[in-house]
């Protein structure tokens, strides 16, 4: 018997109904007395907040619901952007569209996301789940649990998200929406105007035993972006890093101690410097395909049968193109920001007029499909006026496939050799790229370089058994109970065709183009943000704003023609290397099983003190988890320097390994609901909750790309042995329900975590490769001509080593050299537990206020979130600190009357750490800076004809940007502007 003392209007049990079994704790005890109670219809925006608000208020702890405002309408068109207006959760976006969730700070890995209370596979490598993939039509509710629950899966320690689906025994009769919508995407200059349709139909047997509800919805988006970036990181040193190779402070990547750096950072500072600076532009289509059959029977009143098919295809389509220049850290001259953190508000750098550096631009495609299908089906029997048992399996697949005839990914580099000087300016919002010679750059300078065309895919499987139950032991209280079965298994490959030859190679390429695959098109007009003009830099720098959007398709076909084959290099399908491969079975293959068996009990007693009515419900659940991870990688062997920052790792054959893992945890919980007066409640709880594992962090087996520096190469490796996070968990929280329509609530939390997962950097000598930058050759050019600049001393090593049988002048190629060469230093990520414990705390505040029967309301919420260890920039090693720590608040007005309904809501986050990791310089932070957008939408119930509603959409209408950065606010590492979306459309509903 769970707590039903609350007060409940007819609304919130209408809704509880609608909702079903699924919602487990929070409404089930509302479920148990409708059946019998009248469904009163009421539509709209207050209609929906009103059934959110009673779902928070009879909820066994502290959370919160969204609930759709009609049959087949949604708040948003996506679920992530509607559930960011609750208090603690914000999102992450992929183009300008809602992906993600964060709740109260934890990673969006670590709150679980279930579809009607079962989990679902995923396959983004770790546990979230993408909302952008599941449309919002067919879905009636969703709730965020956020404190512990025994009957409640485990993985959420944020929270348990569950996704509610349309049951048709929820609505007796017939029920239909249909809608169409345009939307117009200001980002795109390639796209138009695209469509959605979407519809719902359910319908009841006459005496109500039983139902069919089908629902589908279709969804085209053209959408693009311009984003300014230092792809690859920053990389950073102590003060006393320099380029006096004499001295003891050298290393790659250092500047001078002298008059070529103004403001040069102290000895007791730490500096870092860009690799690159790159300029991308995408066009995107995605493909959006939702559909789902419920089939429910209810044969007497005590037993509810409901069978149900669910399937999810997007397709994601994504063209660019870019133009970037390579820092080589040779001689530069530079303008810094005063320390601590010193970065360059202009970093500029010369190549010999002999040998000018390259001038890159790329095009490249990505195609992919995700798919996911889900079949259950649910028994509920209400035994006897004691014992209620529910049956629940499901099984349900994902994967994520190549969708285009280039692979998942392809890539492919012409460059320009007449880069004598290039300099980026920091000090504005956008980096600014200059490049002597840019301007005029024509067509015949172009010459293919390197590529890449890659396949990978990933499959995951869900298989769940569930059986829960409820037995009344009085009338004040209960026990659940229940056990789950539970099979997750991930599969991912993957297979790299690669043409490593970036600093161009190749017969005499202008023969072989024509003018026309070389279509210009400008640059700084395609930003709406704006930079620095290179002040206090010698020399005039005029911006770079010029590019070939050079034809892909003939130049991909020109060189497979032209090239042959690079000795060692796989090429792909067609025989050559500019195609992806199928043969999966040659690169990387990961398999990872995870078994868990849950079993829970919980204690539900509802009392009376001093006058006052209270729920309490202790509870424990109990899980075991075993793991076992076999996968297939690449060896490597060997080592060749093909240009001044390429050193290509040869193919040393396949590895087999097979690892396992496991654990085991009882996880208690307490919550507690008192009932202060009628409009008070006051709840304090207590849970143990664990955050399992990445997928990607349990899978066995080391992976060393082929692509290196001479500073070192890179690699990753998983971990099955990882233990869950870790989280004990406090909260006490405060509402106030002061009329039918508002109510206003106040909470703390604290959660306390540890084993938290990090990734080490452990250097290995794996494989035993000789290093040819790094050796007796090297070292012998780096001292003679005082320079770390790799194009002077690989001319130094093939000036004076012609004949040594590891040094080929002609192809430009100096491999390794094991007798005088030093091994390789790989650099291997690993994930491993950190046992150290780290507090969260926080608050939340919402209210939610309708001005009486005036249509008018509003609705604000903030959250506040700290922890006491946060990332410390002065520090260059890696740190174990939790990402995605922010604050958080929502502003929503709206108005709903009289057919007429409008809302504009502002959402703002604050910065937070979003990574440890930069490209591929090693630990070093990504923040994310603060960020707002507002949107609005309205719509219009025709009333000459029933049923039929217009509406207008505005996403983003202030046009805002996001922006990254490293250490600090000036080392930007991407901006990326989108634009508003417009959508316009009609819905009809019987």
């Not at 200059?189 to 005496?207: K, R």
């Not at 402070?249 to 101690?257: P, R």
């Not at 406090?730 to 604290?750: A, I, N, P, R």
Request: proline letters at 4%.
């Amino acid at each position: 018997m769970k707590n039903n003392r609350f007060v409940k209007t007819q609304i919130a049990t209408s809704l509880s109904i609608a909702i079903g079994a699924f919602a487990a704790p929070i409404v089930a005890h509302a479920a148990d007395e409708a059946k019998d109670v009248e469904v009163i219809e009421v539509t709209g925006i207050r209609a929906s907040l009103i059934k959110s608000r009673d779902l928070k208020r009879d909820s066994n702890g502290v959370a919160d619901a969204i609930s759709a405002e009609d049959i087949g309408k949604f708040p948003d068109t996506n679920l992530a952007e509607s559930m960011q207006r609750i208090a603690g959760v914000s999102i992450d976006r992929q183009n300008g569209e809602g992906s993600k969730v964060t709740v109260r700070g934890i990673p969006p890995e670590m709150n679980l996301v279930t579809l009607n209370g079962r989990q679902m596979p995923v396959t983004t490598g770790n546990r979230s789940f993408d909302f952008a993939n599941i449309a919002s039509e067919g879905v009636s509710g969703v709730v965020v649990t956020k404190t512990g629950d025994a009957s409640v899966p485990t993985g959420g320690i944020g929270s348990v998200i569950d996704i509610q689906t349309h049951k048709p025994l929820s609505h007796q009769g017939t029920k239909a929406s249909f809608g169409v919508k345009a939307v117009a995407d200001t980002s795109t200059e390639d796209g138009s105007i695209t469509p959605e349709i979407s519809g719902l139909y359910s319908t009841t047997s006459e005496d109500g035993k039983f139902g069919v509800s089908v629902s589908a919805s279709y969804q085209k988006r053209e959408s693009g972006n311009a984003q300014a970036q230092v792809g690859t990181g920053w990389r950073s040193f102590p003060g006393t890093a320099d380029t006096d190779w004499s001295g003891t402070n050298a290393t790659w990547g250092g500047v001078a101690k002298d008059s070529t750096q103004t403001n040069r950072p102290a000895d007791s500072d730490i500096y870092s410097v860009p690799q690159t600076t790159i300029y991308r532009f995408e066009e995107q289509q995605r493909t959006r395909t939702n559909a789902q059959l419920v089939l429910q029977y209810r044969p007497i009143d005590s037993v509810t049968a409901t069978l149900d098919y669910t399937m999810m295809q997007n397709d994601i389509d994504v063209q660019h193109n870019d133009i970037s220049a390579w820092y080589n850290f040779g001689t530069s001259e530079n303008v810094w920001s005063d320390g601590p953190v010193a970065t360059p508000l202009i970093y500029s750098e010369d190549y010999p007029s002999a040998s000018p550096a390259d001038l890159s631009m790329a095009r490249g495609f990505s195609a992919n499909r995700h798919e996911s299908s889900s079949i259950g089906l649910n028994v509920e029997w209400q035994v006897n006026s004691d014992l209620k048992l529910e049956l629940d399996v499901h099984s349900s697949d994902a994967s994520r496939t190549p969708n285009g005839q280039y692979g998942s990914a392809a890539n492919m580099s012409m460059a320009a050799f007449v880069r004598t000087r290039a300099a980026t300016d920091f000090t504005g919002d956008r980096p600014i790229l200059a490049v002597d010679g840019s301007e005029n750059v024509q067509w015949s300078d172009m010459r293919v370089t390197g590529s890449t065309f890659g396949n990978s895919q990933d499959a995951s499987d869900v298989s769940q058994q569930q059986v829960n139950g409820s037995y009344v032991l009085d009338e004040k209280s209960s026990i659940d109970f229940g056990v789950s079965l539970t099979s997750v298994s991930n599969h991912s490959q993957a297979i790299n065709v690669q043409r490593n030859d970036w600093g161009g190679m190749g017969v005499d390429q202008p023969s072989i183009f024509t003018e026309d695959m070389f279509p210009v098109d400008s640059i700084q007009d395609r930003f709406d943000t704006s930079g620095g003009n290179f002040n206090g830099l010698s020399g005039d720098m005029q911006a770079i704003d010029r590019m070939f959007v050079w034809d892909f398709e003939a130049i991909r076909a020109i060189a497979a023609e032209a090239y042959t084959t690079s000795a060692g290099a796989t090429p792909g399908d067609c025989g050559n290397l500019f195609c992806p491969s199928t043969n999966y079975g040659g690169d990387t293959d990961r398999f990872t099983e995870e078994n868990s068996t849950a079993v829970y009990a919980q204690y539900n007693y509802d009392g009376e003190m001093a006058g006052m009515y209270y729920g309490l419900h202790v509870g424990v659940r109990w899980e075991d988890t075993e793991v076992e991870s076999t996968s297939i990688v690449t060896a490597r062997d060997g080592a060749e320097w093909v240009s001044a920052n390429e050193v290509i790792l040869g193919d040393g054959g396949r590895v087999f390994q097979t690892q396992t893992g496991g654990y085991d945890y009882f996880l208690p919980n307490i919550n507690f609901n008192l009932e202060v007066t009628d409009d008070v409640i006051v709840r304090a709880a207590y849970s143990q909750t664990i955050g399992r594992p990445n997928y990607a962090d349990i899978q066995g087996g080391t992976v060393v790309g082929s692509l290196a520096r001479t500073s070192g190469a890179n690699g990753s490796a998983g971990n099955p042995n990882l233990l869950p996070l870790e989280s004990t968990n406090l909260d006490l929280s405060v509402e106030w329900y002061y009329s039918e329509t508002s109510y206003m609530s106040f909470g703390l939390f604290k959660k306390d975590t540890q084993n938290y997962i990090a990734n080490v950097e452990e250097n290995s000598t794996i494989y035993g490769i000789a290093n040819p930058g790094d050796g007796a050759k090297y070292n012998e050019a780096r001292l003679a001509l005082n320079t770390t600049d790799a194009v002077a001393i690989r001319d130094y090593i093939f000036a004076n080593y012609p004949n040594d049988p590891y040094v080929d002048v002609a192809n430009g190629i100096i491999t390794g050299d094991p007798a005088t060469d030093n091994i390789m230093n790989v650099a291997i990520n690993v994930p491993t537990n950190n046992d150290r414990k780290t507090p969260i705390d926080g608050m939340e505040f919402s209210i939610q206020h309708l001005f009486g029967e005036t249509g008018y309301g509003v609705i604000a919420n903030y959250t506040a979130v700290s922890t006491d260890l946060e990332y410390d920039v002065m520090n260059l090693e890696d740190q174990p600190v939790l990402t995605n720590i922010s604050d958080s608040a929502n502003l929503i007005a709206f108005y709903d009357l009289d057919g007429f309904q409008a809302r504009i809501a502002y959402n703002w986050r604050d910065e937070f750490l979003a990574s440890r990791y930069q490209g591929d310089v090693g630990p070093s932070p990504i923040f994310v800076e603060a960020y707002s957008q507002i949107d609005f939408n309205m719509s219009y119930d025709v009333s000459q004809v029933e049923g039929l509603t217009v509406f207008f959409e505005g996403i983003n209408i202030a046009n805002n940007f996001t922006r990254t950065h490293g250490r600090a606010e000036k080392q930007v590492l991407n901006l990326t502007e989108t634009g508003p979306r417009y959508n316009f459309g009609a819905r009809y509903s019987f």
